[in-house]
C-alpha cells in the first residue's frame, strides 16, 4: 500500500541485526578487532550511499522472501559466516522484535523516533569510521527529507503496510517472553497503562460545548479497573541527536533481562567508541535494473574484499535456557552457506534457493555454496 | 445483573486472520432477516462468512482470481443495500474498487482509479457506503465517486463525482433519508444530499487528525479520530457540542444503531465501547458497556441489528470474529 514503508522497514530490522550479532559477538567472544570488523563491514554495506538512495525511492514494500534475501546478503558481508539455522533464528528474532516495536508504537508517527533510535546505534556502533559515520548522516537526512512532514495518516498507512508484513508472526522470543512483553501463545502485550500517545487524552471525559465554541461542562465516565492511563510524555527530539523519549528501538540486548525496552527509566545504555578502518567496496556503476531489488541485492553482492580469516557464528546456544537470543523452536537442518559472493542478476533464482533444503553438512566451506552459486552465475 | 451487559458469544472462526485495516469489519442481513453475513480483509483475500442462528459457514474467495489485472493490495471491503432490494459487495483496494454480486462469486464491474501525477503516493479507494440505488467510494484523492447500479445484471454507471476533500476520504456513512456523510485523513467531515443531486450540505474543518469513521444519526454526526476522541457534532450548524477522549489509542472503526441511537467504538487500545447518545432534550453521551480482548488491536465493529442488541468485532492477527450479544 504505502510507497514509503521499505526504508523504514530496512532500517529497522537492520538495526536490529546489529544488535543481536553484537550481542552474539560479545557471547561467543569473539575477539575484539574481528567483532569490529564484521559490525563496521555490515553497517557499512547497510549505509552505502547507492543503495540508500534506491531504498528511498516510493515503491511497494518487498515480499518476505526478497527481504530475507537482502538480509542474508547483509549478514554474510564481512568475515563472518552464519550456518542456515542461525540466519533463520537471526531473521526470526529481527522480525519478531520489529513487529513488537511497530505493534505498540503508541502512534503511527512515532515509528520515526524509533527509526532514529536504531540509527542512533548504529552510529554508536561504528563510531570513529568517518566515512561510515557520513553516510549514516546522510541516511538522516533521507529520513528527515522523506517522513518528517507526514501527516499522521500516512504514518499509519505505512504502519498499516508494515504490520501486514508480519501479519501471522507469532513466534516466540526469549527476551519478550521474560520481559511479559509477550504471552506463551506468541501475542504481544498491550499495555492497558502507561503514557497515551502524544495528541492523545486520558480517556474518561466528555467535554460539552455551547454555540459559541465554548467549554460549559466536563463530565467524567468510569474507565475499567484494569485500566491506568497516563498523560502523554513530552515528545521525542527528530534533531540528529537528540532525546528520543520512547525506549522503542533500542538495544534491549545490552543490560539485564528487563532492558532498556522494558524499564523505561534506565539510562540509554552506550557502545564503547570504535576506532576502526574500513575501504568501501568499488560501485559498479551498471545501469539499475527494472526492479529495484534487483539492484539492491546487485548493490549487496558486489565483490568485497574479505581480508582476515573467516569464522563462524552460531545462534543456537549450547544451553537453550540460559541464552538471551534463543528461541523456542525446533532446530533445522544445517546448510552450510558459503558466502563468498560473485555479482548475481537473477534474483528470482536467488529467492527460490533460499529454500533449499538440502541435507548433511558439508566438509569444505565451498561444496554447497558452489551449488549456489553456479545456479547465479548459469542466470547472468 | 446490569441490562447493559453483553455477553460473549460463539466466535466465528475464519481461515486465516484479519488485516490491519480501518473499517474492516462489514456486517449485513441478506435475504433471510434472521441470518447476519460478515466481510472482512486478509490481506489479498476476502473472509465472507453467514451466520444463521446456531450455524456458520465461513470461507474466503481471492479476488485476484476473478480479475484479468492486478487488484493490487485490498483496502476495504462493504456489503451494500440498495433501494432496489439487491445487495453487492464492494471492495476497494490500490488500483481502484470491484463489484460483486452478494456472494462474491460473479464479479459485476470493476472500476479503475486513473493514475496520479505524484508517484511517491499511493493512490487507493477507501470508504465505501450505498444510498438509494447508487454505491458511494471515496479515493485518496479525496474524491468520491458514485456509481450507480441496476437493479439486475450488471449494469454500473458512473453517475457523479464528489470534489471536497482535500485529503485521502477515510470513511463514508449514509442514512435512509439519502443524507451521506464523508470524512478524510485530515479529519475533515463532509455532509452531502443525495436526494438532492449530492449537494453539499456542510463541512466541518479537520485539524489534522484523522477522522477514521464516521456515522449519521438524526441530526448528529459522530466521527471517531486516530487520537482516540470521538466527536460529536450537530448536522445542521457543524458545530461541535461534545468531545469525548473515547480511547487510549487509535480508533478504527464506529458504527451506530439507527434505532436507538447507541455507538460503538473500537481501537488499538483494544477496547470496544457503546455510548448512548443525548435524546431529545438531552445534552449527556452515556458509556453504557465497555469490553476488552485482550492484546488485540481492534479494527472493525458492526452492530448486527437496528436496535445495537448485538454486535460483531475484529482485529488485526486474529483469525475470528468476535460476536456479543445483550
Same mark, same amino acid.
Given at each position: 500500500?504505502?510507497?514509503?514503508?521499505?526504508?523504514?522497514?530496512?532500517?529497522?530490522?537492520?538495526?536490529?541485526?546489529?544488535?543481536?550479532?553484537?550481542?552474539?559477538?560479545?557471547?561467543?567472544?569473539?575477539?575484539?578487532?574481528?567483532?569490529?570488523?564484521?559490525?563496521?563491514?555490515?553497517?557499512?554495506?547497510?549505509?552505502?550511499?547507492?543503495?540508500?538512495?534506491?531504498?528511498?525511492?516510493?515503491?511497494?514494500?518487498?515480499?518476505?522472501?526478497?527481504?530475507?534475501? *537482502?538480509?542474508?546478503?547483509?549478514?554474510?558481508?564481512?568475515?563472518?559466516?552464519?550456518?542456515?539455522?542461525?540466519?533463520?533464528?537471526?531473521?526470526?528474532?529481527?522480525?519478531?522484535?520489529?513487529?513488537? +516495536?511497530?505493534?505498540?508504537?503508541?502512534?503511527?508517527?512515532?515509528?520515526?523516533?524509533?527509526?532514529?533510535?536504531?540509527?542512533?546505534?548504529?552510529?554508536?556502533?561504528?563510531?570513529?569510521?568517518?566515512?561510515?559515520?557520513?553516510?549514516?548522516?546522510?541516511?538522516?537526512?533521507?529520513?528527515?527529507?522523506?517522513?518528517?512532514?507526514?501527516?499522521?495518516?500516512?504514518?499509519?498507512?505505512?504502519?498499516?503496510?508494515?504490520?501486514?508484513?508480519?501479519?501471522?508472526?507469532?513466534?516466540?522470543?526469549?527476551?519478550?517472553?521474560?520481559?511479559?512483553?509477550?504471552?506463551?501463545?506468541?501475542?504481544?502485550?498491550?499495555?492497558?497503562?502507561?503514557?497515551?500517545?502524544?495528541?492523545?487524552?486520558?480517556?474518561?471525559?466528555?467535554?460539552?460545548?455551547?454555540?459559541?465554541?465554548?467549554?460549559?461542562?466536563?463530565?467524567?465516565?468510569?474507565?475499567? +479497573?484494569?485500566?491506568?492511563?497516563?498523560?502523554?510524555?513530552?515528545?521525542?527530539?527528530?534533531?540528529?541527536?537528540?532525546?528520543?523519549?520512547?525506549?522503542?528501538?533500542?538495544?534491549?540486548?545490552?543490560?539485564?533481562?528487563?532492558?532498556?525496552?522494558?524499564?523505561?527509566?534506565?539510562?540509554?545504555?552506550?557502545?564503547?567508541?570504535?576506532?576502526?578502518?574500513?575501504?568501501?567496496?568499488?560501485?559498479?556503476?551498471?545501469?539499475?535494473?527494472?526492479?529495484?531489488?534487483?539492484?539492491?541485492?546487485?548493490?549487496?553482492?558486489?565483490?568485497?574484499?574479505?581480508?582476515?580469516? *573467516?569464522?563462524?557464528?552460531?545462534?543456537?546456544?549450547?544451553?537453550?535456557?540460559?541464552?538471551?537470543?534463543?528461541?523456542?523452536?525446533?532446530?533445522? +537442518?544445517?546448510?552450510?552457506?558459503?558466502?563468498?559472493?560473485?555479482?548475481?542478476?537473477?534474483?528470482?533464482?536467488?529467492?527460490?534457493?533460499?529454500?533449499?533444503?538440502?541435507?548433511?553438512?558439508?566438509?569444505?566451506?565451498?561444496?554447497?555454496?558452489?551449488?549456489?552459486?553456479?545456479?547465479?552465475?548459469?542466470?547472468? | 445483573?446490569?441490562?447493559?451487559?453483553?455477553?460473549?458469544?460463539?466466535?466465528?472462526?475464519?481461515?486465516?486472520?484479519?488485516?490491519?485495516?480501518?473499517?474492516?469489519?462489514?456486517?449485513?442481513?441478506?435475504?433471510?432477516?434472521?441470518?447476519?453475513?460478515?466481510?472482512?480483509?486478509?490481506?489479498?483475500?476476502?473472509?465472507?462468512?453467514?451466520?444463521?442462528?446456531?450455524?456458520?459457514?465461513?470461507?474466503?474467495?481471492?479476488?485476484?482470481?476473478?480479475?484479468?489485472?492486478?487488484?493490487?493490495?485490498?483496502?476495504?471491503?462493504?456489503?451494500?443495500?440498495? !433501494?432496489?432490494?439487491?445487495?453487492?459487495?464492494?471492495?476497494?483496494?490500490?488500483?481502484?474498487?470491484?463489484?460483486?454480486?452478494?456472494?462474491?462469486?460473479?464479479?459485476?464491474?470493476?472500476?479503475?482509479?486513473?493514475?496520479?501525477?505524484?508517484?511517491?503516493?499511493?493512490?487507493?479507494?477507501?470508504?465505501?457506503?450505498? @444510498?438509494?440505488?447508487?454505491?458511494?467510494?471515496?479515493?485518496?484523492?479525496?474524491?468520491?465517486? @458514485?456509481?450507480?447500479?441496476?437493479?439486475?445484471?450488471?449494469?454500473?454507471?458512473?453517475?457523479?463525482?464528489?470534489?471536497? !476533500?482535500?485529503?485521502?476520504?477515510?470513511?463514508?456513512?449514509?442514512?435512509?433519508?439519502?443524507?451521506?456523510?464523508?470524512?478524510?485523513?485530515?479529519?475533515?467531515? @463532509?455532509?452531502?444530499?443525495?436526494?438532492?443531486?449530492?449537494?453539499?450540505?456542510?463541512?466541518?474543518?479537520?485539524?489534522?487528525?484523522?477522522?477514521?469513521?464516521?456515522?449519521?444519526?438524526?441530526?448528529?454526526?459522530?466521527?471517531?479520530?486516530?487520537?482516540? !476522541?470521538?466527536?460529536?457534532?450537530?448536522?445542521?450548524?457543524?458545530?461541535?457540542?461534545?468531545?469525548?477522549?473515547?480511547?487510549?489509542?487509535?480508533?478504527?472503526?464506529?458504527?451506530?444503531?439507527?434505532?436507538?441511537?447507541?455507538?460503538?467504538?473500537?481501537?488499538?487500545?483494544?477496547?470496544?465501547?457503546?455510548?448512548?447518545?443525548?435524546?431529545?432534550?438531552?445534552?449527556?453521551?452515556?458509556?453504557? !458497556?465497555?469490553?476488552?480482548?485482550?492484546?488485540?488491536?481492534?479494527?472493525?465493529?458492526?452492530?448486527?441489528?437496528?436496535?445495537?442488541?448485538?454486535?460483531? @468485532?475484529?482485529?488485526?492477527?486474529?483469525?475470528?470474529?468476535?460476536?456479543?450479544?445483550?
Amino acid at each position: 500500500m504505502s510507497l514509503r514503508a521499505l526504508p523504514i522497514l530496512f532500517l529497522n530490522l537492520g538495526g536490529e541485526m546489529l544488535y543481536i550479532l553484537d550481542q552474539r559477538l560479545r557471547a561467543q567472544t569473539i575477539p575484539e578487532e574481528k567483532a569490529r570488523k564484521v559490525k563496521l563491514d555490515i553497517v557499512g554495506m547497510m549505509m552505502n550511499r547507492r543503495f540508500m538512495e534506491e531504498l528511498f525511492k516510493p515503491q511497494e514494500t518487498y515480499p518476505k522472501r526478497s527481504m530475507r534475501t *537482502v538480509f542474508d546478503r547483509l549478514a554474510h558481508a564481512s568475515i563472518m559466516r552464519l550456518n542456515a539455522t542461525s540466519m533463520d533464528k537471526l531473521y526470526d528474532l529481527m522480525t519478531m522484535a520489529v513487529k513488537y +516495536q511497530l505493534y505498540i508504537c503508541p502512534r503511527p508517527s512515532d515509528i520515526l523516533l524509533l527509526t532514529l533510535n536504531h540509527l542512533d546505534a548504529l552510529r554508536e556502533l561504528t563510531n570513529g569510521d568517518s566515512d561510515v559515520v557520513q553516510n549514516i548522516d546522510a541516511v538522516y537526512g533521507f529520513l528527515m527529507q522523506n517522513y518528517a512532514t507526514l501527516s499522521a495518516g500516512q504514518w499509519q498507512l505505512i504502519r498499516l503496510t508494515l504490520l501486514r508484513f508480519f501479519q501471522d508472526m507469532h513466534t516466540k522470543v526469549s527476551i519478550f517472553l521474560k520481559g511479559n512483553v509477550q504471552n506463551e501463545n506468541g501475542w504481544f502485550v498491550v499495555s492497558k497503562s502507561g503514557p497515551v500517545p502524544n495528541g492523545t487524552e486520558v480517556p474518561g471525559t466528555v467535554r460539552y460545548f455551547n454555540d459559541s465554541g465554548q467549554e460549559v461542562a466536563s463530565v467524567a465516565f468510569p474507565l475499567s +479497573q484494569s485500566c491506568s492511563y497516563q498523560p502523554a510524555t513530552k515528545p521525542g527530539s527528530l534533531d540528529i541527536r537528540g532525546d528520543r523519549v520512547t525506549r522503542l528501538g533500542c538495544n534491549m540486548y545490552l543490560v539485564s533481562p528487563g532492558g532498556p525496552l522494558l524499564s523505561p527509566d534506565q539510562p540509554k545504555a552506550t557502545q564503547q567508541k570504535e576506532e576502526t578502518k574500513q575501504s568501501n567496496p568499488s560501485i559498479d556503476s551498471e545501469a539499475s535494473a527494472a526492479a529495484g531489488l534487483k539492484l539492491l541485492t546487485h548493490l549487496l553482492g558486489i565483490e568485497k574484499k574479505t581480508s582476515g580469516s *573467516v569464522f563462524r557464528l552460531s545462534l543456537v546456544g549450547e544451553d537453550d535456557d540460559s541464552d538471551e537470543t534463543s528461541l523456542l523452536v525446533q532446530p533445522q +537442518q544445517v546448510l552450510e552457506i558459503n558466502a563468498s559472493h560473485k555479482r548475481s542478476e537473477e534474483l528470482t533464482r536467488i529467492m527460490d534457493d533460499l529454500s533449499i533444503t538440502q541435507t548433511a553438512p558439508s566438509v569444505g566451506e565451498k561444496d554447497k555454496g558452489d551449488e549456489l552459486l553456479d545456479l547465479m552465475d548459469s542466470c547472468s | 445483573p446490569d441490562e447493559n451487559m453483553y455477553v460473549a458469544q460463539r466466535p466465528i472462526s475464519l481461515r486465516s486472520s484479519v488485516s490491519a485495516l480501518s473499517n474492516n469489519l462489514s456486517a449485513i442481513s441478506l435475504s433471510d432477516r434472521r441470518s447476519i453475513s460478515y466481510a472482512a480483509v486478509h490481506k489479498s483475500v476476502v473472509h465472507v462468512a453467514h451466520w444463521t442462528g446456531g450455524q456458520v459457514t465461513s470461507k474466503q474467495f481471492s479476488p485476484e482470481e476473478q480479475s484479468s489485472s492486478s487488484i493490487g493490495h485490498i483496502v476495504q471491503v462493504s456489503w451494500c443495500h440498495l !433501494h432496489s432490494g439487491r445487495n453487492v459487495l464492494v471492495l476497494a483496494s490500490t488500483r481502484g474498487l470491484q463489484m460483486y454480486d452478494e456472494t462474491g462469486l460473479l464479479l459485476l464491474f470493476s472500476f479503475k482509479l486513473s493514475s496520479i501525477h505524484d508517484q511517491s503516493e499511493t493512490s487507493f479507494a477507501r470508504g465505501i457506503c450505498s @444510498v438509494g440505488d447508487s454505491v458511494c467510494v471515496g479515493t485518496s484523492s479525496g474524491d468520491i465517486q @458514485v456509481f450507480n447500479v441496476a437493479g439486475k445484471g450488471s449494469l454500473v454507471t458512473l453517475l457523479n463525482t464528489l470534489k471536497d !476533500h482535500k485529503h485521502p476520504v477515510c470513511d463514508i456513512h449514509s442514512i435512509h433519508d439519502g443524507r451521506l456523510v464523508s470524512s478524510d485523513d485530515n479529519g475533515k467531515i @463532509v455532509l452531502w444530499d443525495s436526494a438532492s443531486d449530492f449537494q453539499k450540505l456542510r463541512a466541518i474543518d479537520g485539524d489534522g487528525n484523522p477522522c477514521t469513521s464516521v456515522c449519521l444519526w438524526n441530526d448528529v454526526v459522530v466521527g471517531g479520530y486516530g487520537s482516540g !476522541h470521538i466527536r460529536i457534532f450537530s448536522a445542521s450548524t457543524g458545530k461541535m457540542t461534545a468531545e469525548i477522549a473515547a480511547h487510549a489509542r487509535w480508533i478504527h472503526a464506529i458504527d451506530v444503531a439507527p434505532d436507538t441511537g447507541l455507538v460503538i467504538s473500537c481501537s488499538e487500545d483494544t477496547f470496544i465501547r457503546i455510548w448512548r447518545l443525548p435524546q431529545d432534550g438531552e445534552r449527556d453521551v452515556k458509556l453504557i !458497556h465497555s469490553e476488552t480482548i485482550d492484546d488485540v488491536q481492534l479494527v472493525g465493529v458492526k452492530f448486527c441489528d437496528k436496535q445495537g442488541t448485538m454486535f460483531a @468485532v475484529t482485529g488485526y492477527d486474529l483469525g475470528e470474529i468476535r460476536i456479543f450479544k445483550k
